[in-house]
Nanobody, 120 residues
Framework: VQLQASGGGLVQAGGSLRLSCAAS????????MGWFRQAPGKQRELVAL???????DYEDSVKGRFTISRDNVKNTMYLQMNSLKPEDTAVYYC???????????????WGQGTLVTVSS
């Protein structure tokens, strides 16, 4: 399965974007899917995780502003981002079944990334 992220762009602070992560095959086999981001000069960090049972985890700075969801029929995962801030500027990546070890997340299924730029 290959993942392709899209939906990034330039938006003013306070605006919204919806990112999509489309899979070339079924995503129902993924127990966990996630969104990550990497800002210039920084390490890639977790933004949100969604487990098959519906449990979610969010990075503290995005709680209440971002919502992760998935549509197993359309084989697509989403990240709705509201009230965007300049510090949300980063390349956003999606991943299937990410695993945390050795200080970072690893996955055999990474999307290619989509750039989100939030202007002040």
């Amino acid at each position: 399965v290959q993942l392709q992220a899209s939906g990034g762009g330039l938006v003013q602070a306070g605006g919204s974007l919806r990112l999509s992560c489309a899979a070339s095959g079924s995503i129902s086999g993924f127990n966990v899917m996630g969104w990550f981001r990497q800002a210039p000069g920084k390490q890639r960090e977790l933004v949100a995780l969604l487990r098959n049972g519906g449990d979610t985890d969010y990075e503290d700075s995005v709680k209440g502003r971002f919502t992760i969801s998935r549509d197993n029929v359309k084989n697509t995962m989403y990240l709705q981002m509201n009230s965007l801030k300049p510090e949300d500027t980063a390349v956003y990546y999606c991943a299937g079944d990410p695993v945390y070890y050795a200080g970072t997340y690893h996955s055999d299924y990474w999307g290619q990334g989509t750039l989100v730029t939030v202007s002040s």
